[in-house]
């Protein structure tokens, strides 16, 4: 019992490091601003995540933080994110490992102006199919969970009216790629739709179930 609770600190405290280096990513990479994002890993039934209101920056092994899967804090004293009822509802209803949460500045334009991010790059099956956007609510609320959810539906990011974006992923690699590459496909619609005079060519469904056939086999084999 002593030897698996040991091996369970080590596992928490090797996901905390890696969780922390995302979540500095993010701020590196332009994702995030100051605190406005946050990111989490499912370890087992912990959820480790980032607490609310402190740089990426300044957190060290030693303010890890983490909650069950009911939102009960059992590790560290600092407060999680607000957006913890986000992080957990995609915990309880997918076999996601890694959460990602950003408020990066062209996908939140994006969820400003549509409700669905128009098909204009293939890479948008890669997160399951065309991009929704999650009607807006209150930050931190079981509504804005609730509506994320819906738009989550069949893919493994979505964007939230006038505030962001979210993805998951088995692991936290996966979710930030899939963070950035939703980042990308927003800017790149917002780049060619302000040309005068014309008007982006879209993919069809046809084009983007192709694509996502493709990409199921996309990289590596082991």
């Not at 090797?14 to 280096?21: F, G």
């Not at 590790?75 to 076999?95: C, I, K, Q, W």
């Not at 302000?194 to 084009?207: F, K, N, Q, R």
């Amino acid at each position: 019992m002593a030897e698996q609770r040991r091996n369970a600190e080590e596992e928490a405290a090797r996901v905390w490091q890696a969780l922390v280096a995302t979540a500095r990513r993010t701020v590196a990479d332009g994702l995030v601003v100051g605190t406005s994002g946050n990111v989490s890993a499912r370890v087992g039934d912990l959820v480790l995540v980032t607490p609310s209101g402190v740089p990426y920056d300044r957190l060290t092994p030693d303010d890890i933080t983490g909650v069950d899967l009911a939102g009960e804090q059992v590790l560290g004293a600092l407060v999680p994110t607000s957006e913890l009822p986000m992080h957990l509802a995609v915990y309880r209803t997918t076999d996601a490992r890694a959460v990602v949460h950003t408020h990066a500045v062209h996908a939140t334009a994006v969820s400003t102006l549509v409700t669905g991010l128009p098909p204009i790059h293939y890479m948008a099956a890669a997160l399951g199919g065309p991009v929704r956007v999650a009607p807006y609510a209150t930050y931190g609320t079981d509504e804005l969970a609730e509506n994320m959810l819906r738009a989550l539906a069949g893919r493994s990011g979505c964007l939230l009216q006038n505030h962001g974006t979210i993805t998951y992923g088995t692991t936290l690699d996966q979710a930030y790629d899939r963070t950035a590459q939703l980042e990308w496909m927003c800017r790149l619609w917002l780049t060619a739709s302000s040309v005068p005079g014309l008007t982006p060519s879209l993919l069809s469904e046809a084009h983007m179930a192709e694509a996502g056939a493709r990409l199921k086999g996309y990289g590596q084999r082991r």
